[in-house]
């Protein structure tokens, strides 16, 4: 099996072309490519595929480190945006991709920059797949929309907002102190029905944000997406911010701006890693 290794800010992909011939790559497979020690190593394996009808140009499938197939990925459609161009797969300035929740739209800004529509923001317990039936939840502040939960930390207040995927916003004031592996996966397997990506945001400025994101089946990653996106949205809908967000993650920064229908862009750079091959005894 042929692949590329991209990141955008250090969260990292292997990247399978199957527009040529047709890959099934089951939850174990996946399991060993991510592996950092005995496979390639990355948080997800991307795969692209042919078009199934006209409404999209190719089929985009994600898979987290633990097998686990990902609605949404924002990261990894910026990779995918350069993968195509770079690969000529596509000579499209806008390819659309569809992923098992929507069609998304990327763009390869140059050689090194590559935005992607994020579609709009839908900040319903429903859509985010919150279990309001779960014995964590302990309640929701009419005045700030925040949902409160009851951990085994303590009490923490977070927004669910669902991106194409499910994540939870938890607005905190300092992000070195935070347990993000532990709080991240209780939060996530307690409150939502499938996981969450679990985005911890510190408001920096008017115009920026700092984020630590635990995403559901690869753990802390160095960037996250769909995360920032969640927590840009969460900025412009209930802290008042306006116009570009720059959010940073441990990787580097990515920008988020909103357009006047809503839809969120996500932009920042990715980059090719290295080409290989991995088969049986690896």
């Known amino acids: 099996m042929r692949f590329t290794k991209m990141q955008g800010l250090g969260n990292d992909f292997v990247v399978i072309d199957a527009t040529l011939s047709r890959i099934s790559l089951d939850a174990e497979t996946v399991r060993v490519l ?9 948080d997800q394996v991307l795969v692209v595929a042919p078009a199934q009808d006209a409404s999209h140009d ?17 990261n990894g459609a910026r990779c995918l945006a350069l993968f195509l161009r770079g690969k000529g797969l596509s000579d499209k300035r806008r390819v659309r991709l569809k992923t098992v929740a929507r069609v998304i739209e990327v763009e390869a800004l140059d050689d090194v920059t590559a935005s992607v529509d994020m579609g709009r923001a839908d900040f319903g317990a429903q859509a985010a797949g919150l279990d309001e039936r779960s014995d964590a939840l302990a309640g929701r502040d009419a005045a700030t929309g925040l949902f409160a939960a009851a951990l085994s930390c303590g009490g ?7 991106m194409g995927n499910p994540c939870a916003v938890v607005p905190v004031k300092d992000l ?25 945001a510190r408001k920096v ?5 700092e984020v630590r994101v635990f995403e559901r089946g ?5 960037a996250c997406g769909t995360g920032s996106t969640a927590a840009a949205a969460f900025a412009f809908e209930h802290l008042g911010m306006q116009g570009e967000i720059e959010v940073a993650t441990r990787g580097g920064t990515l ?12 932009t920042g750079p990715a980059a090719f890693v290295f080409e290989g091959q991995i088969g049986e005894g690896h």
Do not use: W
């Open 58 to 74: 190719f089929v985009y499938r994600i898979y987290n480190a633990d097998g686990s197939e990902a609605e949404q990925c924002g």
């Open 34 to 42: 991510c592996d950092r020690h005995y496979g390639v190593g990355a």
């Open 205 to 209: 400025s008017e115009g920026a944000l």
């Open 255 to 266: 920008r988020v701006r909103r357009r006047a229908d809503g839809h969120l862009f996500l």
């Open 218 to 222: 690869a753990g802390e990653t160095l």
């Open 176 to 200: 070195e102190a935070l347990d993000v592996e532990g709080l991240g996966s209780e939060l996530s397997a307690r409150l939502f029905e499938k996981g969450a990506n679990v985005v911890f």
């Open 156 to 162: 923490v207040r977070f927004c669910p907002v669902s």
